[in-house]
C-alpha cells in the first residue's frame, strides 16, 4: 500500500469536525437500525446538532425560489404563474452569466454583475461606507473563504510559525483547518459568566502566552457566535479593532448570523462599518477579512454553497495571489452565486412580490426569536443545566454539571464526559446534540450545543426530553 495511515499527511489526522463527528456517524447509524424496523425507545432521530435550517422543516423564502427556477430552467419565463419581478431579476442574471446559462463557469472571483450588487448592499448595509466590487470575492459558502484566507496567511516554522487567535467555544471550522494547514491555534475565552461576552483582557493574555512560542498574525472574530448565540456591543468591537490595530493582527469576522439578532438592546454592528467610523487612523491601516453566506439568517438556504468575503485593505501584490489561489478552483457554484444575488437585491416596494417576502422574511425571524426565548426558559428550568440568553445566531451552548460517577464511567469508555452524555441521550431518546468539547471549553467545565431550528412543537418536545433525560441522568449518577 501507498497510501496509509503511516504515510498519509499527518496534518489531515489532527482535523476534527465535531459538527459530522462521531455522534452524527451514530445517529445515522441508528436511522437506518429505525427502517429495518429495530425497536428503540423513540421513533425517529431529530437531529439537532448542524444548523440546516431546510431540513428543520424551515420554508424556503417564495421570492428567492421563483428567481433560481427560471435561472435553472430559463423556458418557464414565458409562464405566467411566474411576477415579473422575478422574471426581470432572473433575465438580468441569466444575462451576466456565459452563454446565458446558469451551467457555464463564472470568472473565478465570481460574475462581476453580482459584485456590484453585493457592493451595493453593504454600502446600504453600512451606512454609505464605500465597498468595491474588486474586494468582493464570491466563494462556496462563506467556509470555502475562511480556509482561502487562512491558507494565505499561514507560514514559518518553529517559533516563527503563524499562530491564529480563535474563540473557545469556536465553530470548529477554524480549529480544523488550523490543524490541516499545520497552524498554530491560539485560544481565547469567551466570558460564559458575562453572556459570552468578549474580554479584551483575555486577547491580551492569550497573545502574550502565545507569542513565546508562535507568530501570531490573525485574529478570528465570530459575531453572532456559533456556538454561544453572543452578539457584540459596538464597544467591544471598537476595542478589538484597536487590539488588532496595535498588535499587527490580521482581522477576520465572522458575520454569516447578522440578520440573527434576538435580545432586546442587541444589535448587529459590521466590523466594517466600525473599522471606518473609527477614522483614518483605523481605517486606513486595519486589515480585515469580512465573510457572509446565504446559508444562515433568513434564508437557510446551505446546500446552495453561496457565499462571499470583502477584504479591507489587502496588500494589492497579495490580492494577485489571492486571485490566483481562487482561480486554481475555476468558479464557486453559479446557482449559489446567483442566490446570493437575489439575497443582496430582494422586492423593492413598489414590486409585486414585496408584501409576500417582507411577510416571509418577518415570520421566519420572529419564529427562531420566539424558538431562542422558549429554549433558554426551559433549559434553565432544569437543576443541573444552565443556559445563556439565545442574543443571535441558531444555536444554545448550556453548561451542563455532571456527577463524578458519570465523569469517571465516561474516562473507562475513553469518551469525553459530554460526548458520553450525549451519546447516551442519543440512545435513549433520538435526539442528536454535539458535545461542547467539539467546540472548546474550559476544563472541568461541560456543554452541549443544541440548534434552535425545530418546529416549534417538535422543539417543545427535544426540550422536554433533554430535560427529562438529565433528571433520569443525574439520579443513575448521583
Not at 190 to 208: P, T
Not at 366 to 388: F, R, S, Y
Not at 395 to 412: D, G, M, N, Q, S
Request: with cysteine; glycine share 8%; hydrophobic share 35%.
Amino acid at each position: 500500500m501507498v497510501l496509509t495511515m503511516d504515510t498519509m499527511n499527518p496534518n489531515v489526522k489532527r482535523v476534527e469536525y465535531a459538527v459530522r463527528g462521531p455522534i452524527v456517524q451514530r445517529a445515522v447509524q441508528i436511522e437506518r437500525e429505525l427502517k429495518m424496523g429495530i425497536k428503540k425507545p423513540f421513533t425517529e432521530v431529530i437531529r439537532a446538532n448542524i444548523g440546516d435550517c431546510h431540513a428543520m422543516g424551515q420554508k424556503p423564502i417564495t421570492f428567492f425560489r421563483q428567481v433560481l427556477a427560471l435561472c435553472s430552467y430559463p423556458d418557464l419565463l414565458e409562464d405566467g404563474k411566474f411576477p415579473e419581478d422575478a422574471k426581470s431579476r432572473a433575465r438580468r442574471i441569466l444575462q451576466a452569466c456565459g452563454g446565458g446559462s446558469l451551467g457555464a463557469y463564472s470568472t473565478s472571483q465570481g460574475i462581476e454583475m453580482i459584485r456590484q450588487d453585493i457592493a451595493r448592499y453593504i454600502e446600504r448595509r453600512d451606512g454609505g461606507i464605500t465597498c468595491d466590487p474588486d474586494n468582493i470575492y464570491l466563494s462556496t459558502g462563506a467556509s470555502d473563504a475562511i480556509v482561502t484566507m487562512l491558507k494565505l496567511l499561514v507560514s514559518g516554522e518553529g517559533m516563527s510559525r503563524t499562530g491564529v487567535m480563535i474563540s473557545i467555544p469556536q465553530y470548529p471550522l477554524y480549529s480544523a483547518t488550523l490543524a490541516e494547514l499545520g497552524a498554530v491555534q491560539i485560544s481565547y475565552y469567551l466570558d460564559e459568566d458575562n453572556c459570552w461576552s468578549l474580554d479584551i483582557s483575555e486577547l491580551r493574555r492569550a497573545l502574550q502566552e502565545a507569542k513565546k512560542h508562535c507568530s501570531p498574525r490573525a485574529l478570528c472574530i465570530i459575531n453572532p457566535g456559533n456556538p454561544t448565540g453572543q452578539v457584540q456591543s459596538r464597544q467591544c468591537i471598537e476595542g478589538v479593532i484597536r487590539f488588532a490595530a496595535a498588535e499587527k493582527l490580521f482581522l477576520m469576522a465572522d458575520e454569516v448570523y447578522q440578520d440573527n439578532v434576538y435580545a432586546d438592546g442587541c444589535k448587529f454592528h459590521s466590523f466594517k462599518k466600525v473599522l471606518f467610523e473609527m477614522g483614518l487612523e483605523y481605517s486606513e491601516k486595519v486589515e480585515l477579512a469580512s465573510f457572509h453566506s446565504t446559508s444562515k439568517c433568513y434564508m437557510g438556504e446551505c446546500g446552495f454553497r453561496g457565499g462571499y468575503m470583502e477584504v479591507v485593505n489587502l496588500d494589492p501584490e497579495v490580492k494577485v495571489q489571492l486571485t490566483k489561489l481562487v482561480s486554481v478552483r475555476l468558479c464557486p457554484p453559479v446557482p449559489g452565486q446567483a442566490l446570493l444575488d437575489v439575497v443582496v437585491n430582494p422586492p423593492q416596494p413598489d414590486e409585486p412580490s414585496y408584501d409576500t417576502f417582507i411577510k416571509e422574511r418577518t415570520d421566519t425571524l420572529a419564529t427562531l426569536a420566539e424558538k431562542a426565548n422558549m429554549t433558554q426558559e426551559i433549559l434553565n428550568q432544569v437543576p443541573g443545566i444552565k443556559c445563556n440568553p439565545v442574543q443571535g445566531a441558531m444555536y444554545t451552548f448550556p453548561r451542563i454539571h455532571l456527577p463524578p460517577k458519570a465523569i469517571l464511567e465516561a474516562k473507562e469508555k475513553e469518551q469525553t464526559p459530554d460526548m458520553f452524555y450525549c451519546m447516551k441521550l442519543l440512545e435513549e431518546t433520538g435526539i442528536c446534540l454535539v458535545p461542547g468539547s467539539g467546540f472548546g471549553q474550559r476544563d472541568g467545565t461541560y456543554h452541549f450545543r443544541m440548534t434552535i431550528l425545530p418546529p416549534k412543537e417538535k422543539l417543545k418536545i427535544v426540550l422536554a426530553k433533554i430535560k427529562e433525560f438529565h433528571q433520569h441522568f443525574m439520579a443513575q449518577y448521583s
